[in-house]
């Protein structure tokens, strides 16, 4: 009955390889999201989506692309992957998507590039 | 350009007592204020927030308090417990699609 799920939880890849990250919730929420935890433990926001509709994309590069086939899947595909993309991952979810709609966050996805 | 800073890394206390963690943050278009707190290995779980149009919000044992003229804001735990111990992160928005600006953290310990 988890309400927002990730997986993997972890992923191991070389540079250059192309990787996907799931994200589901079962809320019934309307808007999701992808944040991203570095190094310096900062969590800070690639994509926002509402209704299936990109809303939210932060100068995130361009191999990094969110697919949501319904509003309940948020998926992150990242082509070439590099050294720089190693952190962990959250995916979130929330009503309408305004500032006083709280995030449920999943438990994320630690991505390591070797 | 760090919005929102939680300079305090850490903060120790004993159970019983009250734990102060503080944020600050820098602009003044920010309409919501929010605290998360992370165990490891978990996603942060929403804890508490305020508009920007009130100056304190109570919910248990948890108070949140914002200064908008300081633009400061702080969460109270009173009793402290040891399931309390986690990182807790400070968070605002603007007024739509959520986008949260995080501080840094400040990793709590209650100690029995």
């Known amino acids: 009955d988890t309400a927002v799920s990730q997986t993997p939880k972890y992923l191991v890849t070389q540079m250059g390889n192309d990787k996907s990250i799931k994200c589901e919730q079962n809320?019934?929420?309307?808007?999701m999201y992808w944040y991203k935890q570095d190094s310096k433990k900062f969590l800070k926001i690639m994509f926002s989506?509402?209704?299936?509709?990109?809303?939210i994309n932060e100068t995130v590069p361009n191999r990094f692309s969110p697919k949501s086939p319904d509003k309940a899947h948020l998926n992150l595909h990242i082509n070439s992957l590099e050294l720089g993309d190693s952190a962990v991952y959250f995916c979130?979810?929330?009503?309408?998507?305004?500032?006083?709609?709280?995030?449920?966050f999943g438990n994320g996805t630690r991505l390591t590039v070797t | 350009d760090q919005q929102v800073k939680q300079n305090s890394p850490s903060l120790s206390v004993q159970e019983g007592r009250i734990s102060i963690l503080n944020c600050d943050y820098t602009?003044?278009?920010?309409?919501?204020f929010l605290w998360y707190k992370k165990y490891p290995a978990e996603g942060p779980t929403f804890l508490i927030s305020?508009?920007?149009?009130?100056d304190k919000n109570e919910d248990g044992r948890f108070t949140v308090f914002l200064n908008k003229s300081a633009k400061h804001l702080s969460l109270h735990i009173v009793p402290s417990q040891p399931g309390d111990s986690a990182v807790y992160f400070c968070?605002?928005?603007?007024?739509?699609?959520?986008?949260?600006?995080f501080g840094q953290g400040t990793i709590l310990t209650v100690h029995p």
């Open positions: 979130a979810s929330s009503y309408a998507g305004t500032g006083a709609s709280p995030l449920h």
């Open positions: 809320l019934g929420h309307d808007t």
């Open positions: 989506y509402n209704n299936k509709e990109l809303i």
């Open positions: 602009n003044s278009m920010f309409d919501y």
């Open positions: 305020i508009s920007s149009i009130k």
């Open positions: 968070a605002a928005s603007g007024a739509s699609y959520g986008k949260l600006t």
